[in-house]
């Protein structure tokens, strides 16, 4: 049976969640009642998906694994939200096919820009799909975490690959085409002419303590997560940097609002 519209919780969260969660939380709640049409690029099996289904929200989700997206239409027809959830194959460098123009509220594209052949173009469907006043919320690899994730782990070639390279990878044999700074990736969105609003660190420490510690302490590294989520310097070490823009409302656009 399908479930009707509730209040978001969100899935537990997790070192890997927690700042992305709040950050959509702050999103919803500023949009109270009203029922989004949401796009989640590369959603796989619907970690994102189903929760924002489960608030009531509508879900479109792109991704090329046929595999990701029937285990995601399996997890919504249990989680009682399959008819608010619609998969679509296809990849981020397609996404322009697929999407009609500013038709979207929230867009989601997670651990994506990473991989795609080039992500300007990418980033640039991403805001036509917009409505003006939409959000986008983008997580993309750091660079400053894997440069010191291999020179700890005695990589000293490959950290200074990845420190010095345009790109941020060390080569073909790297599972990501590039890596991103604060910097780097605010400027990406920007000149898709989104208006970066927030950007946060995930996974600042969690993949730099030892296991004992991270699972012996899960509430205490999850506050300190979140205290350090939006401070640099700690902020530019973390895992992955999870941006939130949006696409401005041009005076044109309220006037045809109104």
């Known amino acids: ?86 998969a679509v194959q296809g990849d981020g460098d397609a996404l322009a096919g697929l999407v009609e123009p500013a038709s979207v509220d929230l867009v989601l594209c997670h651990a994506v820009l990473e991989v795609v052949d080039d992500p300007s173009p990418v980033v640039a469907s991403l805001a036509a799909a917009l409505r003006p006043g939409g959000a986008a919320s983008v997580l993309v690899a750091g660079r400053a975490a894997a440069v010191l994730g291999r020179a700890m782990n005695g990589h000293l070639t490959a950290a200074a690959t990845l420190a010095a ?4 990878s060390v080569g073909p044999r790297d599972t990501l085409r590039r890596r991103y700074d604060a910097d780097a990736a605010a400027a990406l969105l920007r000149d898709a002419g989104l208006a970066v609003e927030e950007i946060h660190g995930v996974r600042v420490l969690a993949d730099l303590l030892p296991a004992a510690v991270a699972d012996g302490q899960p509430a205490a590294l999850l506050d300190l ?12 070490l973390a895992a ?19």
Request: proline share 8%; aromatic share 4%.
């Open 1 to 86: 049976m399908e479930q009707t519209r509730g209040r978001f919780t969100g899935p537990p969260l997790t070192p890997r969640t927690a700042v992305i969660w709040s950050v959509l939380q702050a999103e919803l709640d500023r949009r109270g009642a009203e029922e989004l049409t949401v796009l989640d690029v590369g959603g796989g099996t619907g970690g994102f998906a189903v929760p924002l289904a489960h608030a009531g929200h509508r879900v479109t989700v792109v991704d090329a694994s046929p595999d990701a997206l029937a285990a995601l239409t399996r997890r919504a027809a249990e989680a009682g939200v399959g008819a608010r959830v619609r």
């Open 225 to 236: 997560e979140r205290a350090l989520a939006a401070q640099p310097p700690y902020r530019d």
């Open 240 to 258: 992955q940097l999870h941006l939130f823009a949006r696409r401005p409302v041009a005076p044109s656009d309220r006037h045809v609002r109104a």
């Open 165 to 168: 390279g345009p790109s941020g």
